[in-house]
């Protein structure tokens, strides 16, 4: 089993919709969370944090569900410039080894 | 204000071949990486350095090796290169994971093809 999974999507939304989807990690004792945006053929750049009860930075929100094993983003009111590869980084406790998701890829059209 | 900065962004080699990547920062950060990023695999840690004159395997690093001889350089090297090796490599900074600042800067990547 990996040790982070992603629905690699892709998610094609109009604009204005709201999009969601979930991070699945196999270590209980992970302690860091984040998501990463990527672009085509572009380096991946920090989105955000995502904390133990839950943020929201602008149109997205981050949640983490630590009894389920997963973490969440959620955008609201989607714009075309959304359109991206959304990567899922887990920190490990012990070593803080990173882990990175295969990426959840979202497409929003006009 | 260059961040972390890779040389060279594509090349193109014929097996057997060697070549060195190059990853320079500017933000003192402790530690470096080195990641490739293969379609459908996410990205797969090859090596990384907690500091200068250290270097440690990552879970992908056959067929690469690596040198951190300076704190604000990463060199990735492929001594003989094979068409398995396509893809495209990542070099990334932070500081320590233990500092609460981990999160990770990247360079722009680098295409590498093995032909």
């Known amino acids: 089993r990996k040790e982070v999974e992603q629905d690699p999507g892709p998610f094609n939304v109009p604009e204005g919709a709201t999009v969601a989807f979930n991070c699945t990690y196999s270590?209980?004792?992970?302690?860091?969370f984040f998501w990463y945006r990527q672009d085509c053929r572009k380096e991946p750049k920090l989105l955000m944090s995502?904390?133990?009860s839950g943020n929201e930075d602008g149109r997205f929100t981050a949640q983490l569900n630590r009894a389920s094993q997963y973490i969440s983003l959620l955008i609201r009111d989607s714009k075309l410039s959304d359109s991206a590869t959304y990567l899922c980084v887990v920190i490990g406790s012990n070593d803080y080894k990173l882990s990175f998701g295969a990426g959840t890829t979202v497409t929003v059209r006009a | 204000n260059a961040g972390v900065t890779q040389t060279p962004k594509f090349r193109v080699l014929k097996t057997g071949q060697s070549m060195t990547l190059l990853c320079a920062q500017d933000m003192n950060h402790e530690y470096m990486y080195w990641y490739r990023q293969d379609p459908g695999m996410g990205l797969r840690l090859i090596h990384y350095?907690?500091?200068?004159?250290?270097?440690a395997k990552g879970e992908v690093p056959d067929g690469y090796n690596v040198s951190r001889l300076k704190k604000q350089n990463f060199l990735l090297g492929l001594e003989s290169a094979a068409p398995s090796q396509t893809s495209v490599y990542f070099c990334?900074?932070?500081?320590?994971?233990?500092?609460?600042?981990?999160?990770?800067?990247f360079g722009a990547g680098s295409r590498l093809t093995v032909l």
């Open positions: 350095s907690v500091g200068e004159g250290t270097t």
């Open positions: 990334a900074s932070s500081q320590a994971p233990d500092s609460g600042a981990n999160v990770l800067t």
């Open positions: 995502v904390y133990s």
């Open positions: 270590n209980s004792a992970s302690q860091s």
